[in-house]
C-alpha cells in the first residue's frame, strides 16, 4: 500500500552532517506520520525523529539540538538533517510512514533501511 524509496546515508566524520531523505507513494487519505528509527548492532530500535502532515514534531532526546526533521507534504517526504554527528549515532536508519490508506486501513510501513558511520 505505501512504498518508501530511502537515500541519504554514508560515511561522515565525527562533528560533520548528513542528511536523509526519505519518499512515500501509495493510495493514502487523511494525515500521517513520518519519521527515522535507528538501529545499532546489538541494540534494539529506537525512535530518532517523527513529524506529522500537520507539522507536529517529536526528537528524541539524544538528538535535540542537533537533528532536524522536516517534510514536504506534496512530495509525502521526509528529510533529516542530522549535525554534530558522534560516533555513537552509527547505526541502521530506517524511514517509517504511519497513516491510513484510501480503505481506512491502518498503514505502519518501514524502509530498507541505510546505513550511517561516524567514524574518523
Known amino acids: 500500500q505505501v512504498y518508501l524509496v530511502e537515500s541519504g546515508g554514508g560515511l561522515v566524520e565525527p562533528g560533520g552532517s548528513l542528511r536523509l531523505s526519505c519518499s512515500a507513494s501509495?493510495?493514502?487519505?487523511?494525515?500521517?506520520?513520518m519519521g527515522w528509527y535507528r538501529q545499532a548492532p546489538g541494540k534494539e530500535r529506537e525512535l530518532v525523529a517523527t513529524?506529522?502532515?500537520?507539522?507536529?514534531?517529536n526528537y528524541a532526546d539524544f538528538v535535540k539540538g542537533r537533528f532536524t526533521i522536516s517534510k514536504d507534504n506534496a512530495k509525502m517526504a521526509e528529510v533529516l538533517e542530522m549535525n554534530l554527528l558522534k560516533p555513537e549515532d552509527t547505526a541502521l536508519y530506517y524511514c517509517?510512514?504511519?497513516?491510513?490508506?484510501?480503505?481506512?486501513?491502518?498503514?505502519?510501513?518501514w524502509g530498507p533501511g541505510t546505513q550511517v558511520t561516524v567514524s574518523s
Open positions: 517509517n510512514f504511519r497513516g491510513t490508506s484510501a480503505w481506512q486501513m491502518e498503514i505502519d510501513a
Open positions: 501509495g493510495n493514502v487519505a487523511g494525515v500521517w506520520t
Open positions: 513529524i506529522t502532515s500537520g507539522g507536529l514534531t
